[in-house]
């Protein structure tokens, strides 16, 4: 288990209101959350934040990111420029392979959720 650090990095990204409305569709397990965030250059904004809601959250405590999802924000993390330190946390962040991962990944509080495979589609 490594540590957690006590601040996230990100980006900020202005987006229109259909764009949002895109993006919320598709981040539907996700709610949109008012948040402070403070800029690299001490700028403090308003933001909203897609944060996982309750009915998506896994029954199972504790499973591990897929290597695909930690990858893509490695990448992105680095693409964008974020603080170097918080990369280097988040090279450290252990990952299941995106194949290992078994159907607790898909039990939620809103029900059990069904793994979607080649053969079941």
């Known amino acids: 288990v490594i540590a ?8 900020l990204l ?4 259909d764009d949002f409305g895109r993006m919320a569709g598709v981040e539907h397990q996700y709610d949109a959350k008012e948040v402070s965030v403070t800029s690299y250059d001490g700028v403090v904004r308003k933001a909203l934040a897609f944060i996982t809601n309750d009915r998506h959250e896994t029954i199972e405590r ?6 695909r999802y ?19 946390w988040l090279d450290q962040i252990p990952s299941v392979p995106d194949k290992e991962r078994g159907q607790e990944y898909y039990q939620t509080q809103s029900g059990p959720g069904k793994r979607v495979t080649e053969n079941s589609k």
């Open 4 to 11: 957690q650090p006590t601040e996230v990095h990100g980006i």
């Open 70 to 88: 930690v990858k893509l924000i490695q990448t992105g993390a680095k693409q964008m420029g974020i603080d170097a330190s918080y990369r280097k």
């Open 14 to 17: 202005r987006l229109t209101r």
């Open 62 to 67: 504790g499973l591990l990111p897929t290597d």
